[in-house]
């Protein structure tokens, strides 16, 4: 396996993910901080949407068979 090097100040987001890091404290302030940030937000909001689209759509299954639509009998 190859030696990981810090990135540079402006360098890609691929090559700093292709560098990851989190146990180099200079690495995690410069980079990793803000990256695991935008992921835990933008990973609790899709988990979110899905948990809200499932939790319907067992609501709206379980209304349509009780009134006894055909479709799930």
């Known amino acids: 396996m190859s030696e ?4 540079q100040v402006g360098a890609s987001r ?3 993910v292709a560098n990851w ?3 180099n404290p200079e ?3 410069k ?3 803000k990256i695991a940030k935008q992921n835990l937000v ?3 909001i899709a988990l979110t949407l899905a948990f809200l689209r499932m939790v319907s ?3 709206h299954r379980s209304t349509i068979k009780w009134r006894r639509f055909p479709l799930y009998n």
């Open 4 to 7: 990981l090097k810090m990135p």
């Open 14 to 16: 691929k090559e700093i």
């Open 21 to 23: 890091q989190p146990e």
């Open 27 to 29: 690495f995690w302030e």
């Open 31 to 33: 980079f990793g901080k």
């Open 42 to 44: 933008i990973s609790t």
């Open 57 to 59: 759509m067992g609501y």
